[in-house]
């Protein structure tokens, strides 16, 4: 499996080109969005979480509901101004999950993430914030480049359960996904932010590091858009 390169356009300084790699890839990775101070603050902060005050350390699901610091890491501006590019038009917030990924946490599998919110294609897209340095070892992301120009792909089901500190969705089923299209292994460091396709396919890798990878999820929908609110996810628009 191949990693990514890292010569790539930063919205920063050339966000037409930038556009064009997100477009052609279904992904992005954004360097320094966030400085060492503010990722501690989140880290610090996911300490007050219901699943860091029950010992289970599984994904936290909405954290801004618990802790207004979170729906602060949603309006930042570098990041919702990306996300009206990649959304074409006024994004609107609409999920946060909050990853502490402690050693030994399985991967999630492979999975579009539109499958889950069945919103219009090109209208929803998610920003994947890197808390701590993340790679292959620690939980990285596996990414399928290209795979969301298929739209969205049939599942299969899986049986291997549910397990302790990782999201109860997240081995369910995975995407099907075209031989055409092979992985690779995105390594995004701390305080980078990979932005990703509503239909390209992803998935992480166990943490087999001795540290923990603690990412926040951010996910964003063009503003008057339909989609499913979810039983688990109890997803709602936010004006940012």
Not at 27 to 32: A, K, L, P
Not at 53 to 80: C, D, K, V, W
Request: glycine share 8%; proline share 6%; aromatic share 10%.
């Amino acid at each position: 499996m191949q990693s990514q390169s890292t010569d790539t356009p930063s919205f920063a300084t050339n966000p037409k080109e930038a556009l064009q790699h997100f477009n052609e890839l279904g992904f992005h990775i954004e360097y320094g969005v966030l400085n060492d101070i503010e990722c501690q603050r989140y880290i610090h902060a996911s300490q007050t979480l219901e699943n860091a005050l029950n010992g289970s350390f599984r994904p936290q699901m909405m954290p801004h509901r618990q802790n207004p610091i979170y729906l602060e890491a949603m309006q930042n501006r570098t990041i919702t101004n990306i996300m009206n590019l990649l959304v074409d038009g006024k994004a609107m917030g609409l999920q946060t999950e909050y990853f502490y990924c402690q050693p030994g946490t399985r991967g999630f599998s492979l999975h579009q993430d539109n499958f889950f919110v069945q919103a219009s294609v090109g209208a929803f897209a998610s920003a994947w914030v890197a808390l701590t340095d993340t790679h292959t070892q620690k939980g990285g992301l596996i990414v399928y480049p290209r795979s969301h120009k298929e739209g969205l792909l049939p599942v299969r089901k899986l049986d291997i359960g549910p397990a302790a500190s990782q999201d109860p969705n997240a081995n369910n089923e995975e995407s099907i996904v075209p031989t055409q299209y092979k992985p690779i292994n995105a390594t995004v460091p701390k305080g980078a932010v990979l932005f990703i396709h509503g239909h390209v396919v992803h998935g992480s890798n166990p943490n087999t590091s001795n540290e923990w990878r603690h990412v926040l999820l951010n996910t964003y929908i063009r503003e008057g858009e339909s989609y499913r609110p979810g039983n688990y996810a109890q997803r709602e628009a936010i004006e940012l």
